[in-house]
Nanobody, 128 residues
């Protein structure tokens, strides 16, 4: 079992930056692939970014590519999401997720169904 807790959300002006952090505890050795998803009010949860165990492979949603950067520190059991050039459409509840399989397909990595563990979310609000 893995527990994930997100932090770092807040209210920022358009064009600003935020850095989200995900702290993991429990059986973190089972926390291979990690990802960030977000969910805006009235919308489905959508993929934002994912990162392999080594950090060597990353994928981003087209909507955030070039603006967001995902990273992880396995020694500290953390995963971060650096968000720059924020836009009002980035406003959402951001979730950290982890998959217990060491190797998953790209499609699985970009889908919420590919993950086994989820945090409670941290709110990001971008004003214009």
């Amino acid at each position: 079992q893995v527990q994930l807790v997100e932090s770092g959300g807040g209210l920022v002006q358009a064009g600003g930056s935020l850095r989200l952090s995900c702290a993991a505890s429990g059986r973190t050795s089972s926390m291979y692939v990690m990802a960030w998803f977000r969910q805006a009010p009235g919308k489905e949860r959508e993929f934002v970014a994912t990162i392999s165990w080594s950090g060597g492979v990353t994928y981003y949603a087209d909507s955030v590519k070039g603006r967001f950067t995902v990273s992880r520190d396995n020694a500290k059991n953390t995963a971060d999401l650096q968000m720059n050039s924020l836009k009002p459409e980035d406003t959402a509840l951001y979730y950290c997720a982890a998959a217990r399989s060491p190797r998953i397909t790209t499609a699985q990595a970009m889908s919420s169904t590919g993950y086994n563990y989820w945090g409670q979310g941290t709110q990001v609000t971008v004003s214009s």
